[in-house]
Nanobody
């Protein structure tokens, strides 16, 4: 079982990116899903979280700019990031409860710079 993240890249301040993370392998159940990030010199932080029922929460620093969603039929979680700021620059990691185990994706770099 693995999580494959994609969608990172270089974007100018004020721009948008959409991250995707899909579970593959012998997936029997997928529980809560989330996105974390680790900026240079900082600890990993929770960006947004979504339950199996679709309830979401997000960090105060991204509220109103980032939206987490999921497609349960595709075992995929998304992070729509709008109004990006330089301080959003980080490696973004997806995490999901798969078959009752916490599984991490490989990380995707997001760089916000002019």
């Amino acid at each position: 079982v693995q999580l494959q993240a994609s969608g990172g890249g270089l974007v100018q301040p004020g721009g948008s990116l959409r991250l995707s993370c899909a579970a593959s392998g012998s997936v029997f159940s997928v529980g809560d899903m989330a996105w974390y990030r680790r900026a240079p010199g900082k600890q990993r932080e929770l960006v947004a979280h979504i339950t199996t029922g679709g309830r979401t929460n997000s960090a105060d620093s991204v509220k109103g700019r980032f939206t987490i969603s999921r497609d349960s039929a595709k075992n995929t979680v998304y992070l729509q990031m709008d109004s990006l700021k330089p301080e959003d620059t980080a490696v973004y990691y997806c995490n999901a409860d798969i078959n009752s185990y916490s599984v991490w994706g490989q990380g995707t770099q997001v760089t916000v710079s002019s």
